[in-house]
């Protein structure tokens, strides 16, 4: 059963801050692996999404890398902004489409 | 192209009661996934929808159901509410069957009292 773990919990810097956010998985047989970003009460938002034949994805000042031998991917944000606060969610298909979510990141940026 | 729409955004409801809530998926995805989110923590798979055939379902009790319409809509119905019930209800759509990227709705935030 594939369960995702995501490290830190919460996560609290100053403007303008280089920052990683962590996600680990126990199955390293996926076929991709995605990253959302939720704002308070809303629905998720894709951020990017990793091919298993990929190492990394970039999207702005977003970039997520993948390691599938060790179960790991991370989130790399770049000079953060107040407008960055929200949870960041990872996610890994278990079987077709069904997603296995991790708990998420708090990320707040204090102007 | 119009995303993924939910509705209602919210609603109350009574313990005991019955609840419908609707999706609209992606224009041009077949594949409809609902998803509860307890506060806290990150969405838990229910069940998933292709063709307007149920395919896969994950650790939820049979009160919670669902349909998928001809135009790929969904529904996820909840029987007898439950106290716990109380969740962010997302749904997800995807182009294909096959592990493609999910675009998620909006949510349906439910309270049940």
Redesign the interface.
Known sequence: KQE?TQIPAALSVPEGENLVLNCSFTDSAI??L?W?RQDP??????LL?IQSSQREQTSGRLNASLDKSSGRSTLYIAASQPGDSATY?C?V????????????TILRVKS | ETGVTQSPTHLIKTRGQQVTLRCSSQSGHNTVSWYQQALGQGPQFIFQYYREEENGRGNFPPRFSGLQFPNYSSELNVNALELDDSALYLCASNSDIRTTEAFFGQGTRLTVV
């Open positions: 995702v076929y991709n995605q959302f009460g809303k629905g998720l938002t894709s999404l969610l996610a298909p278990e079987y077709g489409n069904k997603l296995v979510f991790g708990a998420g």
